[in-house]
């Protein structure tokens, strides 16, 4: 980068006759949509000049807005401000010094060129809560009526190598998501080196992988703040190194990434468990904007609920912009309880924000609440979730759109107060009925790293390849990756055989074999195949593929171990059928829980024997409540939702079995 001429620097204290920037000399009307531009200047002598100019939002000149990561909010720097020679100046965080320092963003080289910016940081006066809190809601309408949204992420020593890799990588994706999928096998024969990820041996090809590891897993894209601002964004380039990357292309790759296994798997191969983890949370948070930003494009605003559900992986300095970062993009931006108000303690906003989805009908964000997501916020009613958990975008493996346990499910304006209830400010009441006790919880649960499906696939391919040993040697590692999986199956066939029924029955009153009733809780009954979403209940053949992985798991504790995967392996149609329950299970080893009646159900990490299953009218999944005494008729707080086989489709409630009453939740 060339050096700049604009006095942005990160030297050392001012000199005495300097003077700090008054943000009062650049006001912002307090009744208009006023902002601040960041306007650079090239004036006579090829200098440029740095000033902060207020104006009218709809009136403002053509600008970028910069779209960057904070960092440390340390003031290691400063930027002179008005005409050369000015004393006063401007102090800056060294990420803001960077960005100014960078010519990719400067004017031209004639005298009187002027750029304009929107940099978040220097626009908005940080020590002004009040101003900040105004110029909150106008952040969407900043974003969208910028000529361009520029994504800043700097730039190190592998920048090169990063966007060779990415250029490749772009071409490899191009040609496979324009090929149909029966296809692809075909294509990979014909262009072998097409796939970067393809050349394992070269020292070069794995420094280009490494490099572009770091481009997706750079911290950026973890900030809450920029969902918004590259969802609003008209046209979004990325600026690394000062070279630049067309969105579409690289989300084209990262789109690849989440829906192509086989690549992920390649990419994530020679990386230890940290940096799988790593860039399995990059791929889902850039895939996350990428959704948010084509729903946008295409529909009308979603609740805050339903962007909160989807975003909850994203990250924030401030606890309260987990909300606040992104009530900008939804349909309640304008709603009066949830305006930016710094006043409000973190524990009000989130608990405005669920109060809102509530009244709204919507209950989705139940889901995300309860004792087993507290993370960092004290003194949360169990009923609002707490968004700085860490576990918000994912809780049990299946989905909540198939189900319907509460009844006929609706969401936007209905009516509520025959289900739900603010009895006090902190006490939630629903409508609901208590469907079992838990008697019986798994003492081992597990929940693999996921980044590899663990399946027999890679037996089968190295069977015709490597040497016997090294065919051994495979079986024997995928043994010691089965080995959690099997101790927790083998423990829950123990627990089913002792606390519950052969034959299964159901509320209805209809039976099934126990069995059946234990596969189709361990995969929640979901069939992952269905066209073109997943449909309730799973196929029988989900249970013949259960079968099979249940005689994988007893091999491996009586030593047939390897003989077992070896008859597998080559037997193309079980193969495939072991891969396919395997990818089923595996987000599936959440405590197992057996109840009072005898049905099977899935928790999470922090269920106690104790616990009630309850079925809440109108939600979509049944609910574990805690009695905070032993009065069951009292105040419950939340532990987590749940999977209660038999219940999932509304059976509590038209069964006639059960008593429907006021659930209070604190």
Not at 259 to 274: A, G, I, N, Q
Not at 588 to 608: A, C, D, Q, R, Y
Request: one cysteine or more; charged letters at 20%.
């Amino acid at each position: 980068m060339a050096e700049p001429n604009l006095s942005a620097s990160a030297p050392t204290s001012p000199t005495v006759t300097q003077e700090e920037y008054d943000y009062r000399s650049s006001p912002l009307t307090e009744h208009d949509r006023m902002i601040r531009l960041v306007r650079l200047l090239r004036v006579a002598d090829g200098r440029m000049t740095f000033d902060l100019v207020p104006c009218q939002l709809a009136n403002a000149p053509e600008y970028d807005a910069i779209s960057y990561r904070w960092g440390s909010g340390e003031l290691t720097s400063h930027v002179v401000v008005g005409e050369v020679g000015s004393n006063v100046i401007l102090r800056l965080t060294s990420s803001v010094c960077e960005i100014l320092n960078d010519g990719s963003f400067w004017p031209g080289n004639e005298t009187g060129q002027t750029r304009y910016l929107w940099i978040d940081f220097l626009c908005i006066n940080q020590r002004d809560q009040t101003e900040k809190d105004k110029q909150i809601p106008l952040m969407r309408d900043i974003y969208s009526r910028a000529s361009k949204v520029i994504v800043y992420l700097g730039g190190d020593y592998t920048v090169r190598p990063a966007h060779e890799f990415l250029h490749g990588f772009m071409n490899y994706t191009q040609m496979k998501l324009h090929t149909p999928q029966q296809e692809w096998p075909a294509m990979e024969a014909t262009f072998p080196t097409l796939n970067p990820l393809s050349d394992t041996s070269s020292n070069e090809a794995f420094m280009r992988r490494e490099a572009f590891v770091r481009l997706i897993t750079h911290p950026y894209w973890t900030r809450t703040w920029i969902i918004q601002e590259m969802a609003c964004g008209k046209q979004v380039s990325i600026l690394y190194g000062g070279l630049y990357v067309n969105w579409e292309s690289f989300t084209c790759v990262v789109f690849l990434l989440k829906t192509d296994k086989e690549t992920l798997v390649m990419l994530l191969e020679r990386s230890d468990e940290e940096q799988r983890t790593t860039i399995q949370s990059a791929i889902i948070c850039i895939y996350t904007i990428l959704q948010l930003k084509h729903a946008l494009a295409n529909e009308p605003p979603p609740p805050l609920s339903a962007i909160l559900l989807h975003a909850g992986s994203s990250q924030a300095l401030l606890p309260q912009d987990k909300v606040l970062g992104l009530l900008g993009l939804s349909s309640d931006a304008d709603h009066p309880d949830l305006q930016p108000n710094n006043k409000l303690p973190v524990q009000q906003v989130y608990q405005n924000a669920m109060s809102v989805s509530l009244r709204q009908g919507s209950f989705e964000l139940l889901s995300k609440a309860g004792l087993a997501h507290r993370s960092k916020i004290p003194d949360l009613p169990s009923w609002v979730p707490d968004f700085t958990a860490p576990g918000l975008l994912s809780t049990l493996y299946h989905e909540l759109f198939p189900y319907r346990s509460g009844g006929v499910y609706t969401e936007g304006n209905v009516l509520t107060d025959t289900r739900v209830k603010f009895t006090t400010p902190n006490c939630l009441s629903v409508k609901g009925m208590v469907v079992g006790r838990i008697t019986a919880v798994s003492t081992s649960h597990v929940q693999p790293p996921g980044w590899k499906n663990g399946g027999l696939r890679h037996v089968r391919a190295a069977m015709d390849r490597l040497s016997p040993n090294n065919v051994e040697e495979l079986i024997h590692h995928h043994g010691h990756c089965l080995r959690p999986d099997s101790d927790y199956h083998h423990e829950i066939w123990a627990m089913v055989e002792t606390h519950c029924l052969d034959p299964y029955s159901l509320p209805t009153g209809l039976e099934i074999p126990r069995d059946e009733a234990l596969w189709r809780t361990l995969v929640g009954d979901i069939n992952l195949d269905a066209d073109p979403i997943m449909t309730y209940p799973a196929p029988p053949k989900t249970g013949r593929a259960y079968e099979v992985y249940q005689s994988v798991c007893k091999a491996l504790r009586t030593g047939d171990f390897a003989s077992r995967v070896k008859q597998l392996a080559e037997n193309q149609e079980d193969c495939k059928s072991y891969d396919h329950i395997v990818d089923q299970l595996k987000n599936s080893m959440f405590p197992f829980v057996i109840t009072n009646e005898k049905h099977m159900g899935i928790g999470l990490p922090g269920v106690k024997v104790g616990d009630l299953v309850c079925v809440l009218r109108g939600v979509n999944v049944p609910y574990i409540l805690r009695p905070k005494d032993e009065d069951d008729q009292g105040p419950m707080q939340l532990v987590c939702l749940s999977y209660l086989h038999g219940f999932m489709a509304g059976e509590a409630i038209t069964c006639g079995k059960y008593e429907e009453k006021w659930l209070q939740i604190v």
